[in-house]
T-cell receptor, first 114, second 115 residues
Framework: GNSVTQMEGPVTLSEEAFLTINCTYT??????LFWYVQYPGEGLQLLLK?????DKGSNKGFEATYRKETTSFHLEKGSVQVSDSAVYFC?????????????FGKGTHLIIQP | NAGVTQTPKFRILKIGQSMTLQCTQD?????MYWYRQDPGMGLKLIYY???????DKGEVPNGYNVSRSTTEDFPLRLELAAPSQTSVYFC??????????????FGEGSWLTVV
């Protein structure tokens, strides 16, 4: 079955540092890949997505590239802010748009210190 | 700009009580989902529905029931609450279709504590 593995947290960085959160997946065929963000006390919001190999998703300064050869979708940001503190979830949706929704990683708690 | 709306946001239940978490979406999505989120465990799928009158079990369905009488509504029922059901519950929806990139939209969550 499908699975997503992302780096354990918490990840603590200083403001303006470079961010990488690793995500790898296991799935057959060509799934779509997503990053969701959850701010404290709130629901999940889509941050970015990529639907085919070599696609780059980007939003709010965050980027992730769909790497089929390494089955990865690492999240990066060049200069983080305190407001980026949140839990980040990597997720996939199976090829064919499976009706059973998304498979999630366990989440990475990001803490940005001023 | 309602999107996916869940109620209640917070609830405390006693062991053995029953309750229904309500979920409604105004985007005319056929697919709807219920997930639970436990600390450090990501989200697990409880039940999903591909359209009115059709529901199916996800990864962790035990202790829950759902119904889908309309496209808009997808309530989740807990019949005999147990402490193991203490969690945050998220309702979600998406468009139909085989395009796997169709985004899944989430509600704001319902925090449930069973004591």
């Amino acid at each position: 079955g499908n699975s997503v593995t992302q780096m354990e947290g918490p990840v603590t960085l200083s403001e303006e540092a470079f961010l990488t959160i690793n995500c790898t997946y296991t799935a057959t065929g060509y799934p779509s890949l997503f990053w969701y963000v959850q701010y404290p006390g709130e629901g999940l919001q889509l941050l970015l997505k990529a639907t085919k190999a070599d696609d780059k998703g980007s939003n709010k300064g965050f980027e992730a590239t769909y790497r089929k050869e390494t089955t990865s979708f690492h999240l990066e940001k060049g200069s983080v802010q305190v407001s980026d503190s949140a839990v980040y979830f990597c997720a996939l949706r199976g090829e064919g748009g499976g009706a059973d929704g998304l498979t999630f990683g366990k989440g990475t708690h990001l803490i940005i210190q001023p | 700009n309602a999107g996916v709306t869940q109620t209640p946001k917070f609830r405390i239940l006693k062991i053995g009580q029953s309750m229904t978490l309500q979920c409604t979406q105004d985007m005319n999505h056929n697919y709807m989902y219920w997930y639970r989120q436990d600390p450090g465990m990501g989200l697990k799928l409880i039940y999903y529905s591909v359209g009115a009158g059709i529901t199916d079990k996800g990864e962790v369905p035990n202790g829950y029931n759902v119904s889908r009488s309309t496209t808009e509504d997808f309530p989740l029922r807990l019949e005999l609450a147990a402490p193991s059901q203490t969690s945050v519950y998220f309702c979600a929806s998406s468009r139909t279709g085989t395009a796997s990139g169709n985004t899944i939209y989430f509600g704001e969550g319902s925090w449930l504590t069973v004591v």
